[in-house]
């Protein structure tokens, strides 16, 4: 088992506050609520993962309440599954009115949905990692240009055996603390962050929500129990906010790629400077760009004007 951890405060009395609510999320860079999606869109992504278990994996027994694992060999089971993704199954949760309606009541003005999703099947793990912060980043570090909070969605009882998300609350408030010189990941050193900042609850629940801010410390930790792990990580902005350049890479070159968005498309100026996102997260050298980028893969990008802040794979 992970070291103690502090406890999240939970915030649903803050729900009908919206500016002491704001004052929270700038203070200690998250938002914790307890119970409070609808519980027929929560079943509803439990059923499509336990599907992918069952029919597709064969890790889980049908007819299970819990996604007790069943002791078949997991060791290659895929950190991304490929089932999830292009699912559609974000699409339809976050499409819900109540749903919707939950998260632009946080906002306190309409939002929209950044395509940035992540679904998390996690297996048991088999011994206990050295780090059990180890995956510790900002994400906004890694997606300049493209504001948003993140809200990270259990889909089963997740104790602290189970694993789950920890955050480090407060530390929003001194900056990134990746290494930008330790390409090409450029990682938090396990030093920048104490044991006594991470912070989860005793157990996460079905219909909880942990709302973070793009620079708050985060890691997901080891499950070390006997169930699978499910989980969502979903995104979103205020619509006032600057919008991603979202579309299908259509052309590319030296210094420029191309995107077919709904709007038509949109042409950007790629430098040095610009950071450019393999699928795990490292950064592509432009020299290398031509290389590795592909014509009809779905991209991402954040842009000052006509420059890319950042270039990445569409998730979810």
């Known amino acids: 088992m992970a070291f103690p951890m502090k406890e999240l405060e939970v915030h649903n009395d803050l729900l009908d506050d919206h500016e002491a609510m704001e004052k929270q999320f700038r203070e200690e860079g998250y938002l914790f609520f307890r119970g409070v999606l609808d519980p027929d869109a929560v079943e509803a ?6 599907s992918i278990l069952v029919e597709d994996y064969g890790v889980v027994d049908p007819g299970q309440d819990l996604p007790v694992w069943n002791g078949k060999d997991v060791s290659e089971f895929p950190i991304k599954v490929p089932e999830a993704y292009g699912s559609g ?10 749903i919707h309606a939950f998260f632009e009541r946080v906002m306190g003005e309409p939002i929209s949905w950044v395509p940035s999703t992540e679904y998390r099947l996690n297996p048991p793990a088999p011994e206990d990692p050295e780090d059990w912060v180890a995956g510790r980043h900002q994400d906004g ?19 602290a055996e189970c694993g789950g998300l920890t955050i480090a609350p407060g530390l929003n408030k001194l900056g990134y603390l990746h290494d930008r010189g330790a390409p090409p990941k450029y990682g938090i050193p396990a030093d920048a ?10 157990a996460y629940h079905p219909g909880d929500v942990l ?5 708050t410390p985060h890691a997901g930790l080891v499950n070390r129990s ?3 792990r499910l989980s969502m990580d979903i995104r979103f902005s205020a619509k006032s906010d600057p919008q991603p350049v979202v579309g299908e890479l259509s052309a590319f070159g030296a210094g420029w790629i191309t995107i077919d968005t709904a709007g ?19 950064q592509l050298p432009v020299s290398e760009m031509e290389q590795f980028l ?3 893969e779905r991209m991402m990008a954040g842009r000052d004007g006509d420059r890319a802040l950042v270039v990445r794979p569409q998730k979810g």
């Open 45 to 50: 992504v439990r059923e499509k993962y336990f």
């Open 89 to 98: 199954t974000w699409e339809k949760f976050t499409s819900n009115p109540k």
């Open 141 to 159: 570090f890694f997606n300049e240009g493209i504001p948003f909070r993140t809200c990270w969605v259990p889909f089963t009882d997740i104790d």
């Open 193 to 202: 962050i104490k044991e006594s900042d991470w912070a989860r609850p005793e």
């Open 211 to 215: 709302i973070f801010g793009e620079d």
């Open 226 to 228: 006997k169930v699978f």
């Open 264 to 282: 038509g498309p949109v042409t950007l100026t790629v430098d040095d400077r610009s950071y450019l996102r393999l699928k795990d997260g490292a």
């Open 294 to 296: 592909q014509v009809g």
